[in-house]
Nanobody, 128 residues
Framework: QVQLVESGGGLVQAGGSLRLSCAAS????????MGWFRQAPGKERAFVAA????????FYADSVKGRFTISRDNAKNTVYLQMNSLKPEDTAVYYC?????????????????????WGQGTQVTVSS
């Protein structure tokens, strides 16, 4: 049974920072790509960032490029999303996801259908 547990969400002012964590259990975490997605009220779930199994390839949505950084620690079975210069439009529930694929290029992980397991989500609210 694979379990993904996100943490680190909260309320922050515009321009501030948050670091999300996602701890995985129940599967060989280090062999597969990971991603972060977000869903704002009334909108569809959208891709945010992805990282390949080794951490050597990352890919970002244009809206977060240069502000967010995805990373992973395979020894801790954890993936992170460092979010800087936050904007009110970043307000959403953030989900981490574990893929069943081993693509080298993280750009292959944009499609939510590439992910087999999802966390429960963590709320990020950015006030103006």
């Amino acid at each position: 049974q694979v379990q993904l547990v996100e943490s680190g969400g909260g309320l922050v002012q515009a321009g501030g920072s948050l670091r999300l964590s996602c701890a995985a259990s129940g599967r060989t975490f280090s062999s597969y790509g990971m991603g972060w997605f977000r869903q704002a009220p009334g909108k569809e779930r959208a891709f945010v960032a992805a990282i390949n199994w080794s951490g050597t390839s990352t890919f970002y949505a244009d809206s977060v490029k240069g502000r967010f950084t995805i990373s992973r620690d395979n020894a801790k079975n954890t993936v992170y999303l460092q979010m800087n210069s936050l904007k009110p439009e970043d307000t959403a529930v953030y989900y981490c996801a574990l893929s069943g694929s081993t693509y080298y290029s993280a750009s292959n992980y944009v499609d939510p259908a590439k992910f087999n397991y999802w966390g429960q989500g963590t709320q990020v609210t950015v006030s103006s």
